[in-house]
């Protein structure tokens, strides 16, 4: 019954981590589980200073701007990680393949958000301490662990953003978020289903047993963990001090529901 609280032990002042959850049940998949095991800190990531700064319009334009640069740093060195991974992945055809075409799609994300805020080159760049440790954790993985872990590091991400944006109501009728109204829209699409491969990829890996769990819900959950921080480097604005904890719970609770 412990688990149907997945992260609660870390709400009540523990001193020590949480214990490792069981692998999935046999009727779930890994990327499921995961996905469920990580409801608490998905609440996070909708109660962060940017997610919430953006559901209320509030978000100071040279706060968003720290944020967009930042994020294009870590869309140029994720592109450089997943080449990394590639090339190290000498056994498996599809991951490797996958891997170096991600690389390439990374990097024109980089060119075309490097042209909107003109930034010639990352040299100039001085990344703020969340970006650069979540850069710093996805290169680690790209060069430590095997191969399919980095796609599996990548996969909070991916599916966290089309999430908080149905939880913000993106694309509903009569919900805007003012000036970032566009760029919700485009980055919080609750209608991106791209993680899907993401998950395919590492529970089919998982099933030939070239994944372990205990690492993975390792990874996936210092990923999320790093992908929250990300979100919540901005400083916040007066309508995120009222009502912070609502979100998180009722994201707990969907999960709990969902299963």
């Keep these: 019954m412990f688990w149907l609280f997945p992260n609660l032990i870390l ?3 523990a001193t020590t981590p949480a214990p490792t959850p069981p692998p999935p049940p046999e009727d779930q998949t890994l990327a499921e589980w995961l996905w469920y095991l990580t409801a608490w800190d998905r609440g996070d990531a909708l109660d962060s200073t940017l997610i919430q700064g953006i559901q209320n319009a509030c978000l100071d334009p040279t706060q968003f701007g720290h944020y967009s640069i930042d994020d294009l740093a870590y869309l140029k060195e994720t592109s450089e990680n997943l080449k990394r991974a590639g090339e190290r992945e000498n056994s498996n055809t599809t991951i490797r393949q996958w891997l170096l075409t991600q690389s ?8 075309s ?12 760049i001085a990344v703020g301490d969340a ?3 979540y850069i710093d954790y996805i290169k680690n993985v790209a060069e430590t662990e095997a191969p399919i872990y980095t796609v599996l590091a990548l996969t909070p991400s991916a599916r966290l953003w089309p999430w908080l944006g149905s939880e913000i109501g993106v694309g ?9 109204t566009s760029w919700a829209e485009e980055n919080l699409n ?3 289903t791209g993680y899907e491969k993401y998950q395919d990829l590492v529970d089919e890996a998982f099933k030939r047993g070239e994944v372990n769990f205990v690492n993975a819900y390792k990874i996936f959950t210092e990923s999320m963990e790093a992908e929250v921080n990300f979100l919540d480097s901005v400083e916040s604005c007066p309508s995120n001090a009222e009502g912070v904890t609502i979100s998180l719970v009722m994201a707990a609770v969907a999960s709990l529901l969902y299963f």
Excluded: C, R
């Design 11 to 13: 709400m009540v002042g």
């Design 104 to 111: 390439e799609h990374w990097d024109e994300y980089w060119i």
């Design 113 to 124: 958000g490097s042209k909107t805020w003109h930034i010639a080159n990352l040299d100039g």
């Design 131 to 133: 970006a650069q440790s």
């Design 172 to 180: 509903e009728e009569n919900i805007t978020f003012g000036v970032y």
């Design 190 to 192: 609750p209608n991106s």
